[in-house]
């Protein structure tokens, strides 16, 4: 076996080595945020769209994405109704309200869910137990999700506090995650709504929910469906409301740019510490790089020495800055109590050591100029 | 005293000798620094043949182009001009990657040790032996250099827990390990005591001597001219005498020649 030399070169500056790894995991710990980020991103614009039981999306052309809508008139489902496939369709009403924490007497704002108690808009099974379905279809009572930051206060069935100036008892609970857009939410009939959420009426909606026959293709429906509404409604199939939602978080909001740019930056930055570590290395082995050429050895033997060492910090720095970014997924997940859906997936691991090795080989590659101009004739 | 002459400075009495008989070919090599007007030469014509087997040592005032004779002879630097023939091959005309597998042949000692302070005694031998890729007795050899160069109790130290001389015996062995038939070596006392100095000149004699080697000294230090079979003194890039120890001390004495020496 050859003498590992990059990785005794590595570990006999004790100090350098720390400090080496410790740059590398820092850089791979911001890369790790803000891929997250982004990752839940478009995790939560799925999240929500997989709680809600349809097939097909009716929206106003002028939506942004679920928490910014706009209304159109409940005759398009109505419509809707009629075309060959579509088993039911269900009006989803849409909004913010004032939601006052009945200790700290804060107010903040919730999503609110407005739906026809008799309509199954989601498929969490805990809406269908007899408790909540009552709880439903009482006034001035709604039902919260658990995954509401806890700002909000107590979420115990029959606590009572004030959303929008009017009192409210909460009815019942059940687990969803607001996502980026909300902090909270809430889910109450459509009655209710209108109050809480007055001037609205009721015949005016902000999605319309399109359930298909089993069997029916969502394409064909689709194309139907395009056929028949007048243009103030689009139409999606779930796959495509998902996608179009995560592309305003990610274009069209500067909140993807903002994760990219992070991404970039961390990179630039891991870049430069790595450049330095192994500057400071070469420099301090000169001599030893020279002899190395007057021994025998060529240019191509020290390019591999360098870049080994590279690849080995890579390696090194990956790994506690992995086990870090997990920690830090995890306490994320759990200061936004679930709602920001952020975890480590494989392909990301995969690709962050790509991008830490790619990182340390562009530091290496640039610091190798150096090395391989040692000159053998300078030793004598 | 002092021959300045463009003619060859001594007679060439092996001339029938065949080349495989020498280690070391020089006809008319010079050499320059430089390009253009900051051009400057610092070797005139020089011409040597060094016998296979032998112990030769390089003198000269400082600046007078030792070092720079040494690392064309070691395919260090590309050789310009005149023919330069190390171990049968003509160096002058070679480019860059042939250079390296010259050196190969080659064992270098320098007046620092040049070892790497993250291996061990033994591994910085075996980097030397790895370029044979001998990967199964790399161990053995080095432990067995290190053993003749009397560190058989060292092989495992890193140099920091190394003395000056003692380090020093390392690059030896590393030199040597390859069993190279030509030994360079410039000033390698020069960071040592006269003891360690001496001791380190000694090892390479006996080990030349047991092998077969040819090895060239650059060296300041008249302490160990005994150690030599022929004596070469070099005076601003010329070949200036070329006698065996006894005319080079009859010829020098002491005072001038030491005066000389240290001269800038
Ligand atoms: N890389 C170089 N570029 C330009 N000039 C050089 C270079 N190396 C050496 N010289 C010059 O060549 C001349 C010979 O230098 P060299 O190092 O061969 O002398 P030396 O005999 O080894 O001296 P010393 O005994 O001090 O080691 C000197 O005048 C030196 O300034
Ligand atoms: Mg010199």
């Known amino acids: 076996m050859r003498t590992p030399i990059a990785w005794l070169n590595l570990v006999h500056e004790k100090t350098r080595l720390v400090v080496a790894i410790a740059g590398v995991a820092f850089a791979v710990i911001l890369v790790f945020m803000n891929l997250g980020f982004l990752g839940s991103l478009a995790k939560t614009a799925a999240l929500i769209y997989n709680q809600i039981n349809a097939d097909i999306f009716l929206v106003s052309p002028q939506a942004l994405e679920i928490t910014t809508?706009?209304?159109?008139?409940?005759?398009?489902?109505?419509?809707?109704?009629?075309?060959?496939?579509?088993?039911?369709?269900?009006?989803?009403?849409?909004?913010?309200?004032?939601?006052?924490?009945?200790?700290?007497?804060?107010?903040?704002?919730m999503f609110v869910y407005g739906i026809n108690p008799n309509d199954p808009v989601f498929v969490m099974p805990e809406l269908r137990s007899p408790e909540n379905q009552a709880a439903l279809r009482r006034w001035d009572t709604v039902l919260i999700d658990r995954l509401s930051r806890p700002e909000f206060g107590p979420q115990d069935i029959g606590t009572v506090t004030e959303a929008g100036r009017r009192n409210v008892t909460i009815g019942g609970q059940y687990s969803m995650g607001g996502g980026f857009a909300s902090d909270g939410t809430l889910i109450m009939s459509d009655q209710n709504f209108r109050r809480y959420l007055a001037p609205i009426p009721?015949?005016?909606?902000?999605?319309?929910?399109?359930?298909?026959?089993?069997?029916?293709d969502p394409q064909q429906v689709k194309a139907e469906l395009q056929r028949i509404l007048p243009k103030d409604v689009l139409v999606f199939t779930r796959q495509e409301i998902i996608e179009r939602d995560r592309d305003y978080w990610i274009s069209a909001t500067s909140i993807g740019f903002m994760f990219t740019m992070g991404v970039i930056v961390s990179l630039v930055v891991g870049v430069v510490i790595v450049y330095q570590i192994l500057y400071t290395d070469i420099a301090s082995h000169m001599k030893q790089y020279a002899t190395l050429k007057a021994m025998g050895y060529n240019k191509r033997f020290l390019f591999a020495l360098i870049l080994q060492e590279a690849i080995i910090l890579a390696v090194l720095g990956y790994i506690p800055g992995f086990i870090i970014a997990v920690g830090l997924y995890e306490l994320t997940t759990r200061a936004t109590a679930g709602g920001l859906p952020i975890g480590m997936e494989v392909s990301r691991a995969v690709l962050v050591l790509v991008l830490t090795i790619l990182m340390c080989s562009i530091s290496g590659l640039i610091s190798v100029q150096k090395a391989v101009t040692a000159d053998p004739a300078d030793v004598f | 005293m002092i021959h300045h002459s463009t003619a060859p400075s001594f007679e060439f009495n092996d001339i029938g000798l065949a080349d495989d008989q020498y280690a070391v070919r020089i006809r008319n090599l010079s050499h320059h620094f430089g390009t253009g007007d900051l051009k400057t030469q610092v070797l005139y014509d020089i011409n040597l043949d060094l016998k296979r087997g032998q112990i030769v040592i390089l003198t000269g005032p400082s600046g007078s182009g030792k070092t720079t004779l040494i690392s064309l002879i070691g395919a260090l630097r590309s050789a310009q001009s005149g023919s330069l023939k190390v171990l049968g091959k003509e160096l002058v005309g070679l480019n860059k990657a042939q250079l390296v597998e010259v050196r190969r042949n080659i064992g270098f000692i320098f007046q620092a040790h040049n070892l790497f302070d993250s291996l061990t005694a033994s591994q910085n031998v075996e980097m030397a032996v790895e370029l044979l890729e001998d990967w199964g007795e790399k161990r053995a050899k080095a432990a067995e250099i290190l053993a003749k160069v009397g560190l058989a109790s060292r092989v495992h130290y890193k140099p920091k827990a190394l003395s000056g001389g003692q380090k020093q015996r390392v690059a030896i062995a590393r030199a040597l390990v390859n069993e190279p038939a030509?030994?360079?070596a410039d000033e390698p006392t020069a960071a040592l005591d006269k003891k360690s100095g001496r001791e380190v000149v000694t090892l390479m004699q006996k080990l030349a001597k047991e092998q077969g080697r040819t090895i060239l000294i650059v060296t300041h230090d008249n302490s160990i001219l005994d150690v030599a079979d022929r004596i070469i003194n070099l005076v601003d890039g010329r070949l200036e005498s070329d006698q065996s120890l006894e005319t080079f001390v009859n010829t020098h004495d002491p005072k001038s020649l030491d005066r000389r020496m240290f001269i800038m």
Do not use: C, H
């Open chain 1, 69 to 109: 809508t706009k209304a159109f008139p409940i005759e398009r489902i109505y419509q809707a109704a009629g075309v060959p496939g579509v088993e039911r369709t269900m009006p989803l009403y849409v909004g913010y309200l004032q939601w006052r924490n009945p200790i700290t007497r804060q107010s903040r704002a």
């Open chain 2, 182 to 184: 030509l030994i360079l």
């Open chain 1, 202 to 216: 009721l015949n005016l909606i902000n999605l319309g929910l399109i359930k298909l026959e089993p069997g029916a």
